[in-house]
């Protein structure tokens, strides 16, 4: 039986530059080499992907994030075109609506390939915080951003969404739901789990014995930034004593620093070594109101860690506000740091709440979600294509 042939379109592949990166790895590195040939194109990543040829096109650097880079189609278009040709692809996949990705989009559709996206991030909910010292042009640009999602994920056969919050704003936007269904994310239950703890390794990046207060992610300022420094200076105030970690980096790193003088930052972690923070820590708080899913708060919670997060966004679908965790109103860091005094003074709701989330997190297994992605682009294979049709 000939293998499907997936020509897999992404900004950066690099596995541990952001979740949507994780995310994608976690199917490459799972990719069933006797039943699939991929041909990946992207902006930055390695020449070679699992055995697969990996074709990069030239990219510009993001002047507004510098750790990120837009790969430029249009200057490799006749490369791009000769290397599809070739591989005469069965199965479109596109990771983002970029100009790679609607590059991506005309091709399949100048030859009637299926198309199948995950929805990974949640661009218009950047839009306030990149704009926010010219607010009366939020509402237009929001409003453009909305009118290019439209168009570009209702040309698509399939669209992962990650959670049911996520689909109704989509659909609000005026994408149609029939193209459009769950997949959540999963999480490696080895890896992220209570057994990492190690509170020595802790006490010596604190330098004390405190419960440690952990916020991780990358330091952009679509996290909620700001919401997170009230919230330290509210700890401060009430003078709860606890340590204020916070593992990751970014470009607003400085002006965390600069504003939360007592905080440990950690910088950006492997895997296992953010694993172990994790588990070693007592208390997760996350007020980013931009997330699509919030990988690092399902990490948290498969490390034994009770979550207190912004009632926003994908993450919000985690918790059951006082029955699992604390969903807070996103920009009021009196009911963050409310939450962080009951749950540092009732060790039962402190139980409770690591319990569930930890049950929580055993239900999602990368290896059935990866399944059911392969089975879904086998189908979608069947469909006629023009190579099909000319070959």
């Not at 570009?152 to 109704?168: A, L």
């Amino acid at each position: 039986m000939p293998k499907v042939k997936v020509a897999f379109f992404a900004e950066i592949l690099l596995e541990d530059k952001d979740g949507a990166s994780r995310t994608m790895f976690q199917l490459i590195k799972r990719i069933p080499i006797n039943e699939f040939d991929f041909l990946f194109i992207c902006g930055d990543g390695p020449a070679r992907l699992m055995g697969f040829p990996c074709i990069k096109t030239p990219t510009l650097t993001i002047p507004s994030n510098k750790n990120y880079t837009l790969s430029i189609p249009a200057l490799a278009k006749q490369k791009l075109i000769k290397e599809l040709h070739l591989f005469k692809p069965d199965i479109i996949h596109i990771a983002t609506p970029s100009l790679l990705g609607h590059f991506a989009v005309k091709y399949a559709k100048k030859h009637h390939i299926p198309i199948i996206t995950i929805y990974h991030t949640h661009f218009i909910s950047y839009i306030d915080y990149y704009l926010k010292n010219i607010p009366f042009l939020i509402g237009p640009i929001k409003k453009y951003v909305q009118q290019k999602k439209r168009a570009f994920y209702n040309q698509c056969d399939s669209i992962y969404v990650p959670s049911n919050s996520m689909r109704q704003e989509l659909t609000k936007y005026g994408i149609h739901p029939s193209r459009m269904q769950l997949w959540e994310r999963g999480i490696d239950c080895h890896l992220f789990n209570p057994a990492k703890k190690d509170s020595f390794r802790l006490s010596k990046i604190t330098g004390n014995t405190l419960p440690t207060i952990l916020f991780t992610s990358r330091l952009v300022w679509e996290k909620n930034l700001e919401t997170l420094f009230k919230i330290y200076h509210t700890i401060r105030k009430r003078n709860i004593a606890c340590n204020f970690v916070i593992a990751g980096d970014g470009q607003a790193r400085m002006a965390c620093e600069q504003v939360m003088t007592d905080a440990i930052f950690l910088g950006q972690l492997d895997h296992e070594s953010l694993a172990i923070i994790y588990a070693s820590a007592d208390i997760f708080v996350f007020p980013s109101i931009s997330e699509t899913y919030g990988n690092v708060v399902l990490e948290a919670m498969a490390s034994g860690l009770p979550c207190i997060i912004a009632n926003a966004g994908g993450s919000k679908d985690f918790i059951v506000n006082g029955l699992n965790g604390f969903a807070c109103e996103p920009n009021n860091e009196e009911e963050y740091v409310n939450g962080i005094e009951k749950l540092l003074s009732q060790p039962s709701l402190y139980k409770q709440y690591q319990l569930l989330g930890l049950q929580k997190s055993k239900k999602l297994n990368w290896n059935h979600l990866a399944s059911t992605y392969f089975n879904d682009i086998k189908q979608l294979s069947k469909l006629p294509n023009l190579y099909k049709l000319t070959s």
